[in-house]
């Protein structure tokens, strides 16, 4: 067992044996229908969510998770005998959920809390509480994982589309670019996340179609591929999506032949990011390979 536990929120999408074999705490994100607060655990299966979003008559809303749920985990952290831990949450510029757990941190007695803003969502926090996990077990202090930590973040980006812009316009998460989608609800909007500034989403460009939308990324992600490449920074690319695991799985196809040498895997758009994505986004979120950070 490591010194250091590893805490993150459900939003990171971690396989469930790696959160067993790393042995990393989540806080279970709140996803409100109306009156009623239920939280993302409510679907284990991830296109349930979508198919009760398209029925439910009230469209779905978020919030950042309790005190009390948050406590609760470290109530746990310390009842296992830890002494200090990180927690990884989902980005700042989204959600309250960095501010919450920041806020509980400070209060919660006899148990030294690091709160990490990954300025990303998925699985691109989800990367970052692995690396975390990996360097935590193989006995590095929590200084230096957290200059790990801004590395990979860092060298963290995320291109994606939505089918509609309406899920976005209706919560509020869309930061920039609205000039560029207003009123245009039949487009694609095409959208990236900035690690680097506030973690904010913002819409570059748009298309007609999912075909042009891919056209747009294939091209943007190319000139990432050779930035990392000049750089010595293995790739790691997570193809995710909301419920689209066809479009998904061409665009896989599609990515492993334009550049084989890099670690395409796939991942999910989970209810709490749904929310704001509405079904059927599709999108890269890449990274340095943290396997490669850990040494």
Known sequence: MSEIAIITDSSSYIAADLLEKHHIYIVDNPVIFGETVYHESRWPVNPDFYREMASSAVQPTTSQPSTGDIEAVFDQVKADGYKQAIMVTLSSGFSGTYEAAVSTAKQYQDLDVHVWDSK??????????????????KGYPVDEILKRLLLLRQRTGVLFVVDSIKHLQRTGRLS??????AGLLSIKPILQIDTNQQGKIDAIAK????????????????????I???????????????DNPELAD???????????????????IGPLIGVHTGEKAVGYLWAQDYKTMED
Do not use: H
């Open 120 to 137: 990303i969502a998925c699985i691109g926090a989800g990367n970052q509480a692995l690396l975390a996990a990996d360097l935590a077990e």
């Open 176 to 181: 920039g670019g609205q000039a560029l989608v």
């Open 207 to 226: 298309a007609r179609k999912m075909t042009g939308a891919w056209e747009y990324i294939e091209a943007a992600f190319g000139k990432t591929v050779a």
């Open 228 to 242: 990392y490449k000049k750089n010595g920074w293995p790739l790691r690319v997570m193809v995710i999506d909301a």
């Open 250 to 268: 061409s665009w896989t196809d599609r990515a492993k032949v334009l550049w084989p040498e890099i670690v395409f895997e796939g991942g999910i």
